[in-house]
């Protein structure tokens, strides 16, 4: 008994003098937080806590896996890399949870405010209830491709490494799949200093704006609707899943609306890659790969460069603009790119990936594109636009006059268009000059009478 007495005793003296030390250690710390806070400034402090934070997630960083996730898949070739854009869109989603600081403001030509990740600061996202910690860095400037922060690092745990690459990357990827699907505008790129720019597309152009025969419309939206549901049959016939349009005919006939009218339509961005503007086939593989699946790469005017341009007549191309003008000649011939290597990367680009792939070349002058590119299996269906005929009038009148249905002078522009050869551009200028339907249509009649007049002179 004596001795248990002792032994609580002792402990319990034993727990006293703990307590003790407790007490003194937590008043030191008190008056040390005190003296810390009113001695060391704020920014002092926080800058000390961050030192401490970098020395210590070196210890914790043994168990965590970093991904990189650069720009450019491949910056020789400069294949893009979509998870990349995926994560440059997906994380400004996180705004309002992890984001202190975002790049955000309105681009020209385009309506909505844009955000952008610019900063190297870390954005926390959650998933399935687990932290991913992003961060956008700088790399060289050819891994940049000419612009600062060009790599997301992807920290997580070790023990979420399946997860990530299961569900997560995924997740992150569908997400951005369905943001571009719904956004509403459609982009346009333009290739300035070797690169591609993007802007809205702000042609108003639709297929029911277009004033094409009837039939002919009909055709070209069977096409792409087709196309865009034969991705199973593709597949299983072993070929590529894309498809290539020629547009010919008279400038005014509405190559470039149609072009509009099928991204609109398709919800497809569009290249618009000039020729002119290429210096090597390095430089024109790249300016291909780096556009992204579901997109339209248009070349306009394609006759009018002389790799392009019919072997045969060798008058050379029709349209000669400086920068052909420029390159051609043997001291300068080196820095274009070469027509097998056109044909080469529209191959290339067919058979890499499996998403839609669509190619468009515009010409005034069909018969002056070498016949190599013309082929089906790279131009499928070309399309001849012509001068205003028939029905094709009654949509201009609805979208400039709205004018719907009948009116008394319908048949009888109808049957001047018949007789002259004028181009939907021209018709539309003059459906501008007056404001009341009635007025506009009597200038076109004298207008076409006169154009009628002079044919027969
Ligand atoms: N088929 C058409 N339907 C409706 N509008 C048209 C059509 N063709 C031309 N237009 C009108 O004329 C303008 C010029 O047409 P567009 O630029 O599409 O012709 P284009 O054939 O591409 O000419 P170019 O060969 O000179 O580039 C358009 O903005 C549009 O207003």
């Avoid at 844009?114 to 991913?132: L, N, Q, R």
């Avoid at 060289?140 to 745990?157: A, P, Q, V």
Wanted: charge should be negative.
């Amino acid at each position: 008994m004596g001795l248990y007495t002792r032994n609580v005793f002792s402990s319990f003296s034993s727990a006293s003098s703990w307590f003790e030390l407790y007490a003194a250690f937590s008043t030191l710390m008190m008056l040390l937080r005190t003296a810390i806070n009113e001695l060391i400034p704020p920014q002092v402090r926080s800058f000390i806590v961050s030192k401490l934070d970098v020395l210590f997630s070196k210890y914790q960083a043994k168990s965590n896996i970093t991904l990189r996730i650069t720009q450019l898949w491949d910056e020789f070739n400069g294949e893009r890399n979509e998870l990349f854009d995926a994560a440059q869109e997906y994380l400004p989603t996180k705004i309002s949870h992890t984001f202190k600081s975002l790049k955000v403001g309105r681009l020209q030509n385009e309506k909505h405010l844009e955000f952008a990740v610019d900063t190297s600061e870390k954005v926390v996202d959650e998933f399935e209830g687990t932290k991913f910690t992003w961060k956008l860095d700088e790399g060289s400037k050819d891994e940049c491709n000419g612009y600062g922060r060009c790599f997301f690092e992807l920290t997580f745990n070790e023990k979420q490494r399946e997860m990530v690459l299961d569900r997560y990357i995924p997740h992150v990827l569908k997400t951005y799949d369905t943001m571009k699907a719904q956004r509403r505008e459609v982009k346009i790129y333009s290739r300035i200093n070797n690169y591609w720019n993007a802007s809205d597309l702000s042609h108003p152009a639709t297929f029911d704006s277009l004033a094409l025969s009837p039939e002919l419309k009909k055709e070209i939206i069977d096409d792409l609707a087709r196309f865009l549901e034969r991705k199973e049959l593709y597949k299983k016939v072993g070929k590529p899943w894309k498809r290539g349009y020629l547009l010919y005919g008279p400038p005014g006939t509405g190559k470039s609306s149609l072009i509009a009218a099928m991204a609109n339509y398709l919800k497809f961005d569009v290249y618009d890659l000039e020729l002119s503007a290429i210096y090597s086939d390095s430089n024109l593989k790249r300016s291909m790969k780096e556009a992204s699946n579901r997109s339209i790469i248009v070349i306009e005017d394609v006759d009018c460069n002389k790799e392009t341009h019919a072997r045969s007549k060798l008058n050379g191309p029709s349209c000669n603009t400086d920068s052909d003008s420029d390159r051609e000649g043997p001291e300068t011939s080196t820095k274009s790119f070469t027509l097998s290597g056109l044909l080469n990367y529209m191959d290339g680009l067919w058979s890499s990936g499996g998403e839609e792939r669509i190619v468009i070349f515009t010409t005034n002058h069909r018969e002056k594109i070498d016949p190599a590119l013309l082929r089906p299996g790279r131009m499928d269906m070309h399309i001849h636009l012509s001068f205003l005929k028939g029905k094709a009038f009654h949509v201009l009148a609805s979208n400039y006059l709205d004018i719907k249905g009948y009116h008394p002078l319908l048949e009888q522009i109808e049957g001047l268009l018949e007789k002259v050869d004028v181009t939907p551009a021209v018709v539309a200028e003059q459906l501008m000059r007056y404001e009341k339907p009635d007025v506009c249509l009597e200038a076109l009649v004298q207008f076409l009478k006169e154009m009628d007049k002079s044919n027969l002179e």
